[in-house]
């Protein structure tokens, strides 16, 4: 297979993998100590945000919000 050929296989591939890993934005669990309820921030999809630095801000302006109430993070229920 000429080098070319070989370039546009693996970038090709590299697009699909690195696009497959845009879809949503990371999700943090929070669980409330006093009375153990548990909240999830974030896992928006970034098409419906307006891309990774609006899905970043709202998911930190999430965090704050649980935080205030009582919330710390926590590891997936």
Request: glycine share 10%; net charge positive.
């Given at each position: 297979?000429?080098?070319?050929?070989?370039?546009?296989?693996?970038?090709?591939?590299?697009?699909?993998?690195?696009?497959?890993?845009?879809?949503?934005s990371?999700?943090?669990?929070?669980?409330?100590?006093?009375?153990?309820?548990?909240?999830?921030?974030g896992?928006?999809?970034?098409?419906?945000?307006?891309?990774?630095?609006?899905a970043?801000?709202?998911?930190?302006?999430?965090?704050?919000?649980?935080?205030?109430a009582?919330?710390?993070?926590?590891?997936?229920?």
């Amino acid at each position: 297979m000429p080098t070319s050929k070989r370039a546009v296989i693996a970038l090709l591939a590299s697009l699909v993998v690195g696009c497959s890993s845009l879809g949503s934005s990371e999700t943090v669990n929070l669980k409330n100590a006093n009375t153990g309820n548990t909240a999830q921030c974030g896992g928006y999809k970034l098409a419906d945000v307006g891309g990774s630095e609006r899905a970043e801000q709202f998911t930190r302006w999430c965090v704050e919000d649980y935080k205030a109430a009582g919330y710390i993070k926590a590891t997936a229920p």
